[in-house]
């Protein structure tokens, strides 16, 4: 059985998805993006946008009973490639002991514009 798992604290879905589900004691989110949930507004930079999409992220999770020490995989769309260490640098402050494992791609463009999105797939024990 899933079951959809949402929260006010990050970014509403803007098509028909599920910000998560939850199936088997794993949680699955869809891609996160760097809005602030309570204005809509989106940073400046690719820092900021990091650190407001991993911050959206850890509530979602937060929000499905897990967090970001049971994560086990990501997923993070970046459009502009030469941000990558930037980002690295934000995205590890995120994590503690065994980082997760991790794809990242460089993408064309994103929704709302945005310098970067990630979804995550977290145990829930």
Request: aromatic residues 6%.
């Amino acid at each position: 059985m899933k079951t959809a798992i949402s929260t006010d604290k990050a970014p509403a879905a803007i098509g028909p998805y599920s910000q998560a589900i939850e199936v088997n004691g794993m949680v699955y989110t869809s891609g996160v993006i760097p809005v602030i949930p309570e204005t809509g507004e989106i940073p400046e930079g690719s820092v900021e946008q990091a650190k407001q999409a991993l911050s959206n992220l850890a509530h979602l999770l937060e929000a499905a009973g897990t967090g970001m020490d049971q994560v086990v995989k990501t997923t993070v769309f970046i459009k502009e490639m030469n941000d990558f260490g930037a980002i690295n640098e934000v995205y590890q402050t995120f994590f503690d002991g065994v980082y997760p494992a991790r794809s990242c791609v460089e993408v064309a463009r994103l929704p709302k514009d945005v310098m970067l999105e990630i979804e995550a797939i977290a145990v829930k024990e």
